[in-house]
DNA sequence: CCAAAATTTAAACAATTGTTTAATTTTTTC
DNA sequence: GAAAAAATTAAACAATTGTTTAAATTTTGG
């Protein structure tokens, strides 16, 4: 029956290296075909469509781009500790995969469906704990009264932001790549005294 | 001669709208046609090509984009005060034109040239005298020891990024567009009191 | 080794793409 | 008001789009 399992994966890395870069509008079935270096209709063979291949691959992507934040949330450290270890394993992450951050929000600003995200997404993350954790450790004054929303849109900006701006901050400084890399390490660093000082009380209780 | 400067005013209009929300490569010009109620050859006659058009509403968009910043650095205020304004007018133009900063990224992003940034869009920023008041408030003790690029990130991705995350966000915390609108207006006051908290020491000299 | 199944290919499909041509309508100019 | 210029349209163009068909090739199972 099965023959060759690698080409279903040979098809998949390329859709998955071709969209990212491009996006689902910018490229054609046929740029996916070429990088894997055969025909278009075995694209369909194995995925039936554009559209479907896309979504396997946005899912894979999604899934990715929530993987490194679980893994944090589900250790045993403190609130503290979480969120500068969150900080830097995603820098970390994005650093492997800098187009991720762009090509989700891409992906869904141009989505045409509101389909919200499915629960296997987020299910995850509600499972580890952190939003318990958030709440007590509020409870016990240890850090500012702030919701949730806003600390992850803290998070969020400072963390996906640099990766989607590369060539806007590149041009507008007249910086090289080099250059730019610099300060994303010393931006990780920034954010992280930054958060954390805003956001945990240094005298709880006082 | 000429006889009616609105058309070519109507098919920027169009062409801004779909382009902004569909991309250059998510629409046609056909749909851009449509938004006007004319024909395709009417957009060539006013602007020769798909691209040519796209450059020009880009430039725009580009331009309108670094405005804001532009009245902010021009005042006479205090490098204090003009950090905390620049934070809010640049949210207030941005409510007021939320996709613009997904816009310009996104094109950004994938256009294949790496042609640098016209300095007609640079220098009436260097203009303003804020890098040198930048320096020299550093000098005198009264700001951090961190970059000017370092902080351009900050600020850039405490303002631009929650406009372009509107759809995750939503979808993430499974709000709507009120709660996530009320969520904006507070990550506003937030991003001020940490990006000033931050950078300005409190006690100069001492 | 041979038939059946699975895989891969080349070719064609209708629709859509950006652009151009040429004709028509509207406006301007004198 | 008639000739010239400008604006607008419909139609066609070649190329590219996603998808399908059918034939060819390769692999599998007995």
Not at 4 to 33: L, P, Y
Not at 93 to 104: D, G, Q, T
């Given at each position: ?7 279903e994966?040979k098809?998949?890395?390329a859709?998955k290296?071709?969209f990212?870069t491009?996006?689902?509008d910018?490229?054609?079935v046929r ?6 270096g055969?025909?278009?209709a075995?694209l ?5 469509s554009?559209?479907?291949l896309?979504e396997?691959?946005?899912e894979?992507?999604m899934?990715?781009?929530?993987q490194?934040?679980i893994?944090v949330f589900?250790?045993e450290?403190s609130l503290k ?6 900080i ?8 492997e995969?800098?187009?991720?951050p762009m090509f989700i929000?891409?992906?869904?600003h141009q989505?045409?469906t509101d389909?919200?995200?499915?629960s ?9 704990g952190i939003?318990e ?7 016990r004054g240890?850090?500012?009264?702030v ?9 969020m900006s400072?963390?996906?932001?640099p990766f ?12 090289s790549t080099?250059?730019f890399?610099?300060d ?7 954010v992280?005294?930054?958060?954390t000082n805003?956001?945990f009380?240094?005298?709880?209780k006082a």
């Amino acid at each position: 029956m099965k023959r060759d399992q690698s080409t279903e994966e040979k098809i998949k890395a390329a859709a998955k290296k071709v969209f990212m870069t491009k996006g689902f509008d910018g490229c054609s079935v046929r740029d996916i075909a070429k990088e894997v270096g055969s025909n278009v209709a075995l694209l369909n063979y194995y995925f039936r469509s554009k559209e479907k291949l896309f979504e396997l691959i946005f899912e894979g992507a999604m899934s990715d781009f929530l993987q490194s934040m679980i893994a944090v949330f589900s250790s045993e450290l403190s609130l503290k500790e979480k969120v500068s270890q969150l900080i830097d394993k995603e820098f970390d992450f994005f650093m492997e995969h800098p187009e991720l951050p762009m090509f989700i929000l891409q992906s869904l600003h141009q989505n045409k469906t509101d389909a919200p995200m499915p629960s296997h997404f987020l299910e995850p993350i509600a499972n580890t704990g952190i939003f318990e954790q958030f709440e007590q450790a509020k409870a016990r004054g240890e850090i500012r009264d702030v919701s949730i929303r806003n600390v992850t849109m803290l998070l969020m900006s400072n963390v996906h932001y640099p990766f989607m701006s590369k060539k806007l901050t590149k041009q507008f400084h007249g910086i090289s790549t080099e250059e730019f890399d610099e300060d994303l390490k010393k931006h990780k660093e920034i954010v992280k005294e930054l958060i954390t000082n805003y956001l945990f009380i240094s005298n709880p209780k006082a």
